[in-house]
């Protein structure tokens, strides 16, 4: 066994504790494993591990990355997306976490469209209101919401979110717990599911099970550290 099986399975561990914890259904947290900074050879170590859901926030190295694993391993680009990497991105992801602005949802629905794709996607929110993050401040998506399900193209499967870093992994709760809650608003407002929660990392992946979450985003603590 290697430091990298034993972290995985150490993760796995611990999101299968976090969602009894929660009295949630087994299997109803998936795991990204955030290879950003990584080279290929990390990334397929993983995949033989049994990892097969991948997370890059970079375009440029995602496409240098895919093309060196199998074609059974999934990707999700978390980070963010700058408009002129679209067409770029569209092919190579199967879930984009990281629509966090109307402009950027406009751009990614008309590349779509001319593209033939109707790409899966979340919308990335900003719920602490910190200036250094991307995403819709809720209050903000709560208004644009219409207008983003109004984009033939976009399959919008719900929300994602970054907490505030910090030592300690309670205070990301208040963060997880209103996410979940503006999805609660908006699934209830809209009758759409909005079932996707992406939030989690390292630091904080087992509050965020516990608040909720349905996709956590774990780099470090898989790989060690960046
Ligand atoms: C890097 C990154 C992660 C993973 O961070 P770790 O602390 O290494 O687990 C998760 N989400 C996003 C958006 C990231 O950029």
């Keep these: 066994m290697t430091d990298l099986d034993r972290n995985l399975a150490a993760v796995h561990e611990r999101i299968a504790a976090a969602t009894a914890r929660a009295g949630r259904a087994p299997g109803s947290v998936e795991l990204i494993a955030v290879t950003k900074t990584f080279p290929a050879e990390v990334v397929r170590a993983a995949w033989e591990a049994g990892q097969s859901l991948f997370g890059e926030n970079r375009v440029q190295e995602a496409a240098a990355k895919i093309p060196d694993l199998p074609g059974g391993a999934r990707w999700h680009l978390i980070g963010h997306l700058q408009k002129n990497k679209v067409r770029r991105a569209l092919p190579l992801f199967e879930l984009l976490h990281s629509i966090d602005s109307r402009d950027l949802a406009e ?75 503006l999805r609660d608003r908006l699934a209830a407002r809209t009758g759409l599911p909005f079932g996707t929660l992406s939030m989690g990392m390292s630091g904080d992946f087992e509050i965020a099970v516990e608040e909720g979450a349905t996709l956590v985003r774990v780099g470090s603590a898989i790989f060690g550290s960046r």
């Design 107 to 181: 751009a990614v629905d008309r590349i779509a469209a001319e593209e033939g794709l109707f790409p899966r996607v979340l919308l990335e929110v900003n719920v602490a209101g910190e200036a250094s993050k991307f995403g819709f401040a809720p209050d903000a998506l709560e208004r644009e919401l219409d207008a983003l399900l109004a984009l033939p193209r976009l399959q919008i499967e719900g929300l994602m979110t970054i907490a505030p870093f910090a030592d300690d992994p309670e205070l990301a709760r208040p963060h997880f717990r209103a996410l979940r809650a």
